[in-house]
């Protein structure tokens, strides 16, 4: 092809599967690009976790690409003016890049990124990289094009690239500039925070790289996924029992498709029932985290307001200013001292690993939303700064459907008490993280937990009956019901591991 590309990577950190990458191999001149965007780094869902993670994944796909014969920049700014001032060392005519269902901030990005296209005369071009259907004008039929493009032939890795724009002609070795540290970019961050304990490498967050992304996927198919099912509610279990493929698929390091295909192709070949029969169960869940993801495609305003807007203004932060007493205890469920053990042990573990499975993300959403009677938004707005795995289209669907306030789903409402009985009997887990508990350093609960949910139910079920908000629901149920798009139901048995259960990017 005679053109110039930029191959803009984003949330695809990777080389393999990578649609983007694939054309670029065929035009006259091609460079790679990453921009650390100030207007991710100042949002508030941004933690240092989240850029430490990124600068070691782009530290090994540089190298990976550099073999290839293409040099990655790593540049820091606003999208147009990196390509503005890129675009006089390089005239690129072509952008190439994946589509994004991202928060607010990537959202307007994006459209300043067209208008700049347009006004330079580039063609940009984009691939899907998920199941999400851009611009979908009905849920119909959604499973069935999910699993058409999950099927589809995965995209082969380039064998390489010709010889890089002559202002670039370099050894290997000087395509490979210093990535700026989280000091260079003005971030602190202690990893170990206060009130944890464990082992340091309780502390550590995975590898980010393609290469540890697969060695992980591999290991969960052929030996891990062994009990799956069971593993995924457990606190203790789930660190080894699931397949901890979350932070790799929010960050592109492994893409779906590659993840499915894998997947299928180990329930075909394993000699073992149990194995398999846990696989089915993982396999299921990856069509659930692109429908989530599709309702945030959808509508994007539900990052800041509620699906049911006849529940608008009914707790705390919801239009209304947070008071003291809300702040405080908003302020308790964020440091892990609420007061009720499971909750607390939950919270410490996911400040100071960066992960927690699903049932327990799911009991922590609960607790804030009816226990404490806050407003999802600043509870979600902690949590994806904690969720090393944060996916934004998964999270805040799952931030509301957690609160009751989608207006479709059954309100679940956990007990920490029963989910310490029923998570952890032997009270390992809490003894780990609350090692505090029975002694005076640890604080009484904040609430009384039989009065809180009661007043909760009471408002929640009785705004639920009025005709305003059954009108609603109907209208909810079809833009975005899961049925509608072709998605199997739970069914009554898996009814305590549905979707509705499923908490970000820990349904895996």
């Known amino acids: 092809m005679s053109a110039s590309a930029l191959v803009w990577f984003k949330r695809d950190l990777r080389i393999a ?3 983007p ?27 240092p976790r989240h850029v430490a993670w990124l600068l070691e994944c782009l530290e090994t796909l540089r190298i990976a690409l550099a073999k ?38 990537s959202y307007a990005r994006d459209k300043a990124v067209a208008r700049w296209c347009r006004a330079h005369g580039v063609a940009w071009t984009e691939w899907p990289q998920t199941g999400v259907v851009r611009r979908l004008k009905d849920r119909r039929g959604w499973a069935r094009l999910w699993q058409q493009r999950m099927d589809a032939p995965s995209i082969p890795v380039p064998a390489g690239f010709r010889e890089p724009p002559h202002s670039r002609r370099a050894s290997l070795s000087d395509m490979l500039p210093t990535l700026p540290t989280l000091h260079d970019l003005g971030l602190a961050w202690d990893a170990a ?9 309780t502390r550590r967050a995975p590898p980010a790289s393609e290469e540890a992304a697969h060695q992980v996927l591999q290991s969960f198919l052929r030996e891990r996924g062994l009990g799956y099912r069971r593993h995924l509610s457990s606190p203790l279990d789930a660190e080894e029992g699931c397949s901890r493929l979350s932070a790799h698929l929010a960050f592109g390091t492994l893409s779906m498709r590659t993840v499915h295909q894998a997947t299928e192709a180990a329930i ?21 985290h692109c429908h989530f993801m599709q ?55 996911l400040r100071a690993t960066g992960w927690l499975n699903f049932r327990m993300r799911a009991m922590l959403v609960s607790f804030a939303a009816y226990h404490l009677w806050l407003h999802w938004r600043e509870p979600g707005l902690f949590l994806a700064r904690q969720f090393l795995d944060f996916e934004p ?29 029923d998570q952890d009997p032997q009270g390992l887990y809490i003894r780990r993280w609350v090692p505090e508990l029975g002694t005076s350093a640890y604080p ?31 209208a909810i149920q079809q833009k975005h019901g899961s049925r509608r798009s072709g998605l199997p139901p739970s069914g009554v048995r898996a009814r305590k591991t549905s979707s509705a259960d499923l908490g970000q990017g820990s349904l895996f």
């Open 268 to 288: 075909q070949t394993t000699p073992s029932r149990e194995l398999a029969y846990d696989l089915r169960g993982f396999a299921g869940r990856l069509r659930w």
């Open 17 to 19: 599967d990578h649609a």
């Open 393 to 421: 289209g998964i999270h805040w669907s799952q931030m509301q459907m957690q609160s009751g306030t989608t207006g479709i789903n059954t309100l679940r409402i956990y007990s920490p008490t029963k989910q310490a009985l």
């Open 68 to 105: 290839k014969n293409l040099p990655l920049l790593v540049r820091v700014g606003e999208a147009p003016e990196v390509m503005t001032g890129l675009r006089r060392e390089f005239a690129f005519t072509h952008l190439f890049s994946h589509e994004e269902t991202g928060p607010g901030w």
């Open 193 to 201: 925070p206060l009130n944890t304990v464990g082992a340091p490498e």
């Open 21 to 47: 990458l694939a054309e670029a191999a065929h035009c006259e001149a091609a460079l790679a690009l990453y921009i650390i965007e100030p207007a991710w780094l100042e949002s508030p869902e941004c933690h």
């Open 444 to 474: 009484a609960p904040i609430v009384d937990e039989r009065s809180a949910l009661a007043e909760a139910k009471r408002k929640l079920y009785a705004l639920r009956a009025t005709p305003e908000a059954k009108g609603e629901a109907g």
């Open 295 to 349: 309702k945030l495609e959808d509508e994007p305003s539900i990052e800041w307001r509620n699906f049911a807007r006849t529940v608008d203004g009914l707790r705390p932060g919801d239009g209304t200013e947070l008071q003291d007493a809300d702040r405080e205890r908003l302020a308790a469920w964020c440091e892990g001292r609420t007061g009720f053990p499971m909750v607390d042990a939950c919270m410490r573990q």
